[in-house]
Nanobody, 127 residues
């Protein structure tokens, strides 16, 4: 079992940046790692995913070119660098881990199969 803890959320003005971090209680070597978010009144949506090796990533169209996901397997951490934030990026951001057999590929952009989730960190973007 892996416990995930997100940090780094906060209030930022539009156009600003934030860096989210996710710390795992155990090894993440066998997991694809992802970020999801949920805005008030909306369903949870996919943001980004990174392969076990870190060599492959995938992003939601809405964040492509602005967000960067990365991981450090030795430190058991996953990060999400968010640039040029807009109010539409407001929501609770969740880190998730999915057992994944392919080291250099990523799963699809659904939230199925993610066994472990963090408690979330709030990101609020003001105009």
């Amino acid at each position: 079992q892996v416990f995930l803890a997100e940090s780094g959320g906060g209030l930022v003005q539009a156009g600003g940046s934030l860096r989210l971090s996710c710390a795992a209680s155990g090894s993440i070597l066998t997991y694809a790692m992802a970020w999801f978010r949920q805005a008030p009144g909306n369903e949870r949506e996919f943001v980004a995913v990174i392969a076990r090796s870190g060599s492959k990533t995938n992003y939601a169209d809405s964040v492509k070119g602005r967000f960067i996901i990365s991981r450090d397997n030795a430190k058991r951490t996953v990060s999400l660098r968010m640039n040029d934030l807009t109010p539409e990026d407001t929501g609770v951001y969740y880190c998730a881990a999915k057992p994944w057999p392919i080291i250099n590929w990523v799963p699809g952009d659904t939230d199925g199969g993610y066994d472990y989730w963090g408690q979330g960190t709030q990101v609020s973007v003001d105009l």
